[in-house]
């Protein structure tokens, strides 16, 4: 096995990670800074400036793909971005995962990477137009609305929003809440998962149509907080759905396809977390080693107490096998396909946060106090991180798929 890397993988992270180190980490304070002055949910002028440097540097919208079977063969180029494999893209990710808003400066954060990937996959030339374009310009953001309060959206079968057809148009009902980027002004657009024929085979009842914010009966009733954390000025809001007309050729690929474009959507939306994951990870690890090296207690440095040796040794044993197991998944998504995949995805999005949270944790035990107060970004990293074992798709669900897999791989030798 060769586990050395190409010109082209190595040359697009480590400009990555130059653009992070020399454009990103000196302004970290600077977008606090700003954060805290006026209408906390007013974009920032410091991320769009960072996005144009971005954009000039070629280190935009690395996370669409080459072209596939799905996307319109006139249309593949005009909507691409720099083409990088999911394997060549992991590498990427893991260094914007580092700082948490760094992905939106290369315009690889979700749910755009997401809803950027449906529409290239599944959308039409007019759907592309419309919508996909200034979204890889960078110019307006987008939503996913699937998640709901009243049922455990983990079974995306219980959801309850209806979709139905009057003439030419859907008219929607429903309750959505956690749509993330729905808090942002320049959200325009949301992917809504919702039911056009209940009546239909359980996973043919769903349905995906592309629902404009500014629609009338769309009612923003509030922005939820992740443990005290209002993520502004992106938001993760509570909305209400009543009576929301949309024209029919907003409809993706279907009626009855939604599980068809999902799955299409969080297999490259799961492993892209898990990404960015590593670097969080990556940089706790180098803010607990810098700590206990500058502490002392009971007469020597913290990092010379045995039980901090063990901690750092694991972090670092964890994390280099996490990696190996993502750039497996990757790997093989791009050789074979996402459904070849699934397992090795499900894995992932299980053993990732999982990781990462233990060494957070190590981290702010390390900080003492320190890392549970805002000086440090230990708590926001910590308050991110615990919500990936929850957003698409809960661990026990992935866990499910992981054991049914080995059951079934054990009942065809008998």
């Given at each position: ?19 992070i ?7 970290v ?10 209408d ?7 991320i ?8 000039a540097?070629?280190?935009w919208n690395?996370?669409?793909?080459p ?12 909507f ?25 400066v ?20 007019a759907?592309?137009?419309?919508w ?5 310009d ?7 609305l699937?998640?709901e ?19 030419d148009d859907y ?5 959505k809440w956690?749509s993330?980027?729905a ?27 592309l ?14 907080s ?15 759905l ?7 050729g ?14 299409g ?45 063990e ?6 044993i ?7 197991l ?22 992932i ?7 990462a949270?233990?060494?957070?944790d190590?981290a ?8 549970v107060?805002?000086d440090?970004?230990?708590a926001?990293?910590?308050?991110g991180?615990?919500?990936m074992r ?9 866990r499910r798929?992981?054991?049914r897999?080995?059951f ?7």
């Amino acid at each position: 096995m060769d586990f050395s890397f190409t010109e082209r993988q190595t040359r697009y992270r480590d400009a990555v990670r130059q653009f992070i180190e020399g454009e990103v980490r000196p302004l970290v304070h600077a977008h606090e800074a700003e954060l805290a002055e006026g209408d906390r949910w007013a974009p920032l002028d410091l991320i769009e400036t960072l996005k144009r440097k971005a954009q000039a540097a070629g280190l935009w919208n690395l996370f669409l793909p080459p072209s596939n079977g799905h996307a319109h063969v006139d249309d593949s180029f005009l909507f691409s971005g720099e083409r990088l494999t999911n394997l060549e893209y992991a590498l990427c990710a893991e260094e914007m995962g580092r700082i948490h808003w760094a992905s939106e400066v290369f315009n690889c954060s979700a749910p755009d990477t997401g809803n950027m990937e449906v529409l290239h996959k599944y959308g039409t030339r007019a759907q592309k137009d419309r919508w996909l374009k200034p979204l890889m310009d960078g110019a307006i953001r987008s939503a996913f609305l699937m998640t709901e309060p009243e049922v455990a959206s983990s079974d995306a079968t219980n959801i309850r929003t209806s979709i139905d057809r009057d003439g030419d148009d859907y008219v929607v009902n429903g309750r959505k809440w956690w749509s993330s980027g729905a808090g942002d002004p320049r959200c325009k657009i949301a992917i809504l998962m919702g039911k056009t024929d209940p009546a239909a085979a359980r996973h043919e009842q769903q349905s995906m149509l592309l629902l404009p914010l500014d629609t009338p009966g769309v009612t923003i009733r509030r922005n939820l907080s992740v443990f005290g954390y209002d993520d502004a000025p992106h938001g993760h809001s509570e909305i209400l759905l009543d009576n929301v007309r949309v024209p029919a050729g907003n409809l993706l690929l279907g009626e009855g396809r939604g599980f068809e474009i999902a799955q299409g959507r969080l297999g490259p939306g799961r492993i892209h977390h898990c990404m960015r994951t590593i670097g969080a990870a990556e940089e706790a690890l180098d803010m607990m080693s810098r700590r206990l090296l500058s502490r002392s207690a009971f007469g020597k440095a913290i990092a010379e107490h045995s039980v901090w040796e063990e901690r750092v040794a694991n972090a670092r044993i964890e994390i280099e096998m996490t990696r190996l197991l993502c750039l497996k998944a990757a790997d093989m998504m791009d050789k074979a396909g996402n459904k070849a995949a699934r397992n090795e995805i499900a894995m992932i999005k299980v053993q990732a946060p999982a990781m990462a949270l233990r060494i957070v944790d190590d981290a702010i035990q390390a900080h003492g106090a320190a890392g549970v107060s805002p000086d440090f970004e230990l708590a926001r990293i910590w308050a991110g991180l615990r919500t990936m074992r929850i957003v698409d798709g809960p661990d026990e669900v992935h866990r499910r798929a992981i054991a049914r897999a080995e059951f079934s791989r054990h009942r065809d030798r008998r």
